[in-house]
Structures are given as C-alpha cells and as structure tokens.
C-alpha cells in the first residue's frame, strides 16, 4: 500500500519566522506544532518538511546555517516524526525545477518512499506552499485562511479521532467515604484534599449504591484516601453485596487491614484488593510511606493473600522511584510467591502536577468510570484533586442522570477530539500519552 504523506512548511508554519533564520538558538516552536506532527503521525501519514531557503542562493548565508537551524527544529519536536527534510537553496531568479510550489523535490523521492500523491497534503503559511500538493495532484492548505490560524487548525481538517461509543451506564463507581490517610507520604496529593464533610453522610453513599443496583457495577469506595481509615468501611461493604452483581475493588496501603478486619472482608465478599507497599527495605520504606509500619503492612497483606480464595483477586505494587531497580527485583521476587500479581508502576503525575503543555488526545479514563467527592458531586476524573471538572451531584440528581447529563456528554465531545487544552482539568494533563486512539482521515 503506498503512503500518504503531508509536506509541511518550516518557517511561518512550524516555527516562528524571523526571516532568513542562521542563528538555531533563536528557533522557536509554534504552539500546537508538536501535537498537530503527532495526530499526523497516529493517523499514519508519513511527514516531511519541505522548505524554500532562498537566503543561500541570495548569499546572504550558508547550507551548513539552514542545516543547523534544521538540527535544532528537529530536537525540539523529536525527530521520529519527520522521515525527511527537503530543501531549496535557491534565489527565485536562478528558475529552478525545486523551489515550490514546482515539485522536483518530491518527485525525487516519490519511488523511494512510495508515496500515494493524490492523498496527500502541502500545508503551509504562502500560496506556493498549497500550490505544491495541487500541482502534484493532491490537496493544499494555507494557513491563514478559512479560519485556519495554525498547524493544528490545519491538521484538525485533514485528521479527527474516532468517537467512542459510551453505554448508558458506567462499569466503575468511585466513592470518597471519607477524606482522611492516616498515612503522610511526601509524593501523595491526598494531603492536599480540604473538602469537607471529612466523613460521606451515610444517606450519601447509600443513595450512590442503591441508584445503581443491579447494573454490574465494580465499586471503589475511595478516591485519594485511605478505605480502610474510614470504620463504617466493612458496613459500606455489606451494603454494596446485598447487590448480587456488585463487585468490590480496593487500593490499600495495607495497614489497618489487620487479619480480623481480612476475615470479615473475604466473609462479606470483595474481588480485588490492591496493595500499595512501594519498598523492600523498611529504612526505605520508612521514608516514603510515613507514619506506617513496615511489618504490619507486610503481616497484613500476606494474611490476606493466603487467606484470599482463587476468586479474589490481589496485587503487590511499588512504585518505581529513581534508582531503585535493585529494590524493584527484590520486591518483585518475594511478592510474586504470595501475591496473584506484581506490579512496578511509574508514579502517577496529576493533572497540574508540573506540567505546561497540554496534549492533542483523547482520554480513557472517562470512557467506563465515575468518581463522586465525599460531598456528593461527582467529578469527571479521579485524578481531579481540586474539584476542577465537577459534573452533577448525587444529593440532586439520580447517578443515571449525572451519567448520561449535559455536562458530561459536552466534556466527552471535546476530549474525543483530542481538546484537553478547552478543559481546566484536562488541558494540563499527559494521562495516556503513550496510548494510540483510532483516527479518520479524510
Ligand atoms: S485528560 Fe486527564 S484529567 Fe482529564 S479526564 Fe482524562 S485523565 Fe482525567
Ligand atoms: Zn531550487
């Protein structure tokens, strides 16, 4: 099958066009350009940077200046996705068969890469840019008109993400019982938490649960804190199973899940427990899980993973803090004989946590979860420390209603076209970056 590919414009287009640029310290990106590469790059075209750079015919500088302007262009947007710069050196007078929008470049090139030329696009910031696709027999884009400002407005006409089709009805409830850890780690955002009721009223819960009986729900009930700091934990539990096709699912720091509170738990009925243990050695684990004991924690959860019959599901997690991988083996060798699972994960990084670009992708969180603070409203994201993406409340609405409402339905439309940066929440967030999401293309 032969490739579609986008030739695109350097200056004015990719990076900001200070005329006959030499100097790669003063290249600079503009904005959206890495995101608009790589919704091209997932959509499967192949790129290439085709540019005029006249100022070396003219005199006025040398090959080896645009070569490293190109040098630094490409560190800045990482060069796996360009498969080729293309270049002109130039003066117009010299009539040329490569200076766009004339097409010997390309056609150089076309047998080499295979390239499908009537599906492809010339994107760029000058009418010899659209020019060069159109006289290749595909389609051009100037940016500049029809309300295409940038790369990215371009890029959004040629490509879009697949819609994600939702049910009416979410396979995972979240529930915030209560704010309170009785943990203090450095690296948690939970300590950040200032809702209040410290505590979820009784009457709050139990209306999540009983609006969604009988659904096939899989309950979470917590959110940043710690499940079993909250003593009414093993009553909520009872409450969820008198639903036949309720599940439960905890993640624990393991502490006060003593062997008592273990045997109460496997009596009720739970289906995962996963463990947050993060180190082998107690002087290290002492260090990032404060105010825990090392031996209790680990007491705790080889009670119940011996304890846990085939049907529960366990895991043993650590994070996979900075050198650490001597540790991350020994964790790994002594769980692995107790637990159903081992699992070495990168610490989560929250949306507002240091990041200063937003990301041009969809979101999978969204797609089958629900999160409810201790207050009642719902949020649209677990990760939502600071109540950025509230969508309904329980104490109002019925679960249902929040699930299928307005507000919900407006935030999946923008993140299924990849707009996390049109949402406070999500537009300084990288969840999923690495994730691959279905594209049309035109
Ligand atoms: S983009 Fe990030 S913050 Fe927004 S819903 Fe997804 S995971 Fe949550
Ligand atoms: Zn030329």
């Excluded at 290249?27 to 075209?45: C, H, Y």
């Excluded at 649209?380 to 339905?409: A, Y």
Aim: hydrophobic share 35%.
């Amino acid at each position: 099958m032969s490739n579609r590919a986008i030739f695109i414009d350097r200056d004015g287009t990719m990076i900001i066009d200070h005329g006959y640029i030499k100097d790669p310290n003063i290249v600079e990106l503009i904005p959206g350009t890495k995101q608009a590469l790589e919704m091209l790059k997932s959509a499967g075209f192949m790129l290439f940077i085709v540019t005029n750079q006249s100022g070396v015919g003219r005199g006025m500088m040398k090959v080896s200046d645009v070569e490293a302007v190109n040098a630094r262009l490409l560190q800045l947007i990482g060069k796996d996705l360009i498969t080729q710069i293309l270049t002109c050196y130039h003066a117009p007078e010299e009539n040329c068969n490569c200076r766009k929008p004339n097409t010997k470049l390309i056609e150089d090139i076309k047998l080499k890469y295979d390239l499908d030329l009537s599906n492809s696009y010339s994107i760029g910031d000058k009418d010899s840019d659209k020019q060069l696709a159109e006289n290749l027999g595909g389609k051009g884009i100037k940016i500049g008109e029809n309300n295409i400002n940038t790369l990215l407005d371009a890029v959004k006409q040629i490509a879009s993400f697949k819609p994600y089709t939702y049910k009416n009805k979410p396979d995972h409830i979240q529930i915030e019982t209560t704010i309170v850890c009785n943990a203090k780690c450095d690296f948690c955002t939970q300590r950040k938490v200032t809702r209040r009721p410290k505590r979820m009223e009784d009457n709050v819960w139990k209306k999540i649960i009983d609006d969604t009986r009988g659904w096939g729900v899989s309950y979470r009930p917590f959110l940043l804190n710690e499940p079993f700091a909250d003593t009414r934990m093993l009553d909520i539990c009872r409450y969820i199973k008198q639903d036949k096709t309720a599940k439960i699912e905890f993640n624990t720091n393991g502490s006060l899940l003593s062997p008592k509170v273990t045997d109460s738990l496997l009596e009720i009925g739970v289906d995962i427990v996963r463990f947050s243990i993060d180190g082998f050695f107690e002087q290290e684990y002492n260090k990032r899980r404060k105010g825990l004991d090392f031996k209790t924690v680990e007491n705790n959860t080889e009670y119940f993973c011996k304890n846990a019959g085939k049907d529960v599901f366990t895991e043993v997690r650590m994070i996979a803090f900075p050198n650490t991988e001597k540790e991350q083996n020994l964790f790994n060798e002594k769980w692995t004989k107790i637990a159903k699972n081992v699992l070495v994960t990168e610490l989560y990084r929250y949306p507002w946590e240091g990041q200063t670009e937003p990301l041009y992708k969809p979101c999978l969180k969204i797609r089958k979860e629900m999160f409810f603070y201790v207050d009642g409203r719902a949020t649209l994201c677990c990760w939502d420390t600071n109540e950025r993406g509230v969508i309904g409340d329980v104490k109002e609405q019925t679960v249902s209603e929040i699930w299928n409402g307005e507000p919900l339905k407006s935030y999946r439309n923008i993140l299924d076209n990849g707009e996390r940066d049109k949402i406070l929440l999500c537009s300084r967030c990288d969840a999923y970056k690495n994730a691959n999401f279905d594209m049309n293309i035109k």
